[in-house]
Nanobody, 120 residues
Framework: QLQASGGGLVQAGDSLRLSCAAS????????MGWFRQAPGKEREFVAA????????YYADSVKGRFTISRDNAKNTVYLQMNVLKPEDTAVYYC???????????????WGQGTQVTVSS
């Protein structure tokens, strides 16, 4: 089970850190990803991190602004979001997969989502 938190309403240029807490002892066996979905749009990839934390991928739209990390001792993955833009407004979902992927299909487990709203 995945529980995402940390969303909120911020102004453009602000920062937020999302957290995704996982239950169970097998968290460290999974690669983790963050996706987002804006109203009327398809779910899109944001960032992904390998089980060890040694490999990360980012969408071009967030590269240089967002950082994904994980703490396997705390069963938690994070998404640090800096220099937020109005176009970052979406519901953000964390997900777990046995394959490090940038598309949603390989992800087996999904959190409930946390809303991020960036005002201009």
């Amino acid at each position: 089970q995945l529980q995402a938190s940390g969303g909120g309403l911020v102004q453009a240029g602000d920062s937020l850190r999302l957290s995704c807490a996982a239950s169970g002892r097998t968290f460290r066996a999974y690669d983790m990803g963050w996706f987002r979905q804006a109203p009327g749009k398809e779910r899109e990839f944001v960032a992904a991190i390998s089980w060890s934390g040694g490999t990360t991928y980012y969408a071009d739209s967030v590269k240089g602004r967002f950082t994904i990390s994980r703490d396997n001792a705390k069963n938690t993955v994070y998404l640090q979001m800096n220099v937020l833009k109005p176009e970052d407004t979406a519901v953000y979902y964390c997900a777990a997969s046995k394959i490090l992927a940038t598309s949603p299909e390989p992800y087996d487990y999904w959190g409930q989502g946390t809303q991020v709203t960036v005002s201009s």
